[in-house]
């Protein structure tokens, strides 16, 4: 495995290819949205299955078919526990309106509330960036610290890592024994005032994930599948942590690059 952080996808406004299977990622844990899975515009999202009930991390931004890849793996929208985002920016939640509207528990770090309770166009990146709007809703609140325990051992941490926004968190999986971080956007993720980046928090939170003890890390752009050595690659983002300071927040264009 490289150390090397993943390119910024190309995305052009042109038909989706058909969508992929979810990838599985460990026992109990897959890749259920993004490139190659869903659409071309989704960041990752996680299902964990080792529980008594399946629980998502983020849900990608509706545009592609989230219920098609859930159902490859026997899951059905009815079954989800919850759905923790890790911020909320419409290429990780975009989709959560729809779950919401179904009964299912939606967490949002306070810090990134408002904007998803009025779907503002640029703090959840839904205009901004991609040309669209986002479906407004009132998330449920989580916080720093909290836990939630899917039974059969299957732990979910939530960890509040501000920086790309105010309401970034990362969540720890226990699962089967080991320790793997979803870090959503607090690994490369792009760096825009804009959108309520914060250098300092950012820098903060790249410092509390370097003291966590973890086994494995995927974040929300990253190849579908779990990355070894997360000290050491944790270690790569803090001290490459200029080069997110890239201007990807741009206008939509017929091509256009984001981190």
């Known amino acids: 495995m490289t150390s090397t952080p993943v390119a910024p996808d190309v995305i052009s406004h042109q038909p989706p290819p058909q969508p992929g299977r979810p990838v599985r990622l460990a026992p109990g844990l897959w890749q259920v949205a993004g490139p190659g899975i869903t659409h071309a515009w989704d960041a990752g999202a996680y299902l964990i299955t080792a529980g008594h009930r399946p629980a998502l991390v983020?849900?990608?931004?509706?545009?592609?078919?989230?219920?098609?890849?859930?159902?490859?793996?026997?899951?059905?929208?009815?079954?989800?526990?919850?759905?923790?985002?890790?911020?909320?920016?419409?290429?990780?939640?975009?989709?959560?309106?729809?779950?919401?509207?179904?009964?299912?528990?939606?967490?949002?770090?306070?810090?990134?509330?408002?904007?998803?309770?009025?779907?503002?166009?640029?703090?959840?990146c839904a205009s901004s960036l991609y040309g669209t709007t986002f479906a407004a809703f009132t998330p449920a609140a989580c916080d720093d610290g909290d836990r939630i325990d899917l039974g059969a051992g299957v732990v979910l941490d939530v960890v509040h890592t501000p920086g790309h926004t105010p309401g970034s968190v990362c969540?720890?999986?226990?699962?089967?024994?080991?320790?793997?971080?979803?870090?959503?956007?607090?690994?490369?993720?792009?760096?825009?005032?804009?959108?309520?980046?914060?250098?300092?928090?950012?820098?903060?939170?790249?410092?509390?994930?370097?003291?966590?003890e973890l086994d494995a890390l995927t974040f929300g752009h990253a190849p579908a599948r779990l990355l070894d050595q997360p000290r050491a690659r944790i270690g790569e983002a803090r001290t490459r942590f200029a080069t997110y300071f890239d201007p990807w927040f741009k206008p939509p264009k017929l091509d256009f690059r984001f981190g």
């Open 171 to 212: 969540v720890v999986v226990h699962l089967f024994g080991q320790r793997l971080l979803l870090a959503g956007d607090t690994l490369w993720g792009g760096f825009s005032p804009a959108i309520g980046s914060d250098e300092l928090a950012w820098r903060d939170s790249l410092d509390r994930l370097a003291g966590l």
């Open 58 to 124: 983020d849900c990608g931004s509706g545009l592609g078919d989230l219920d098609a890849a859930l159902a490859t793996v026997g899951v059905l929208p009815r079954d989800l526990a919850v759905v923790v985002a890790t911020h909320g920016h419409f290429d990780h939640l975009g989709d959560a309106a729809r779950l919401h509207a179904r009964g299912i528990p939606v967490l949002v770090h306070p810090g990134d509330a408002k904007a998803v309770e009025t779907g503002d166009p640029v703090r959840t």
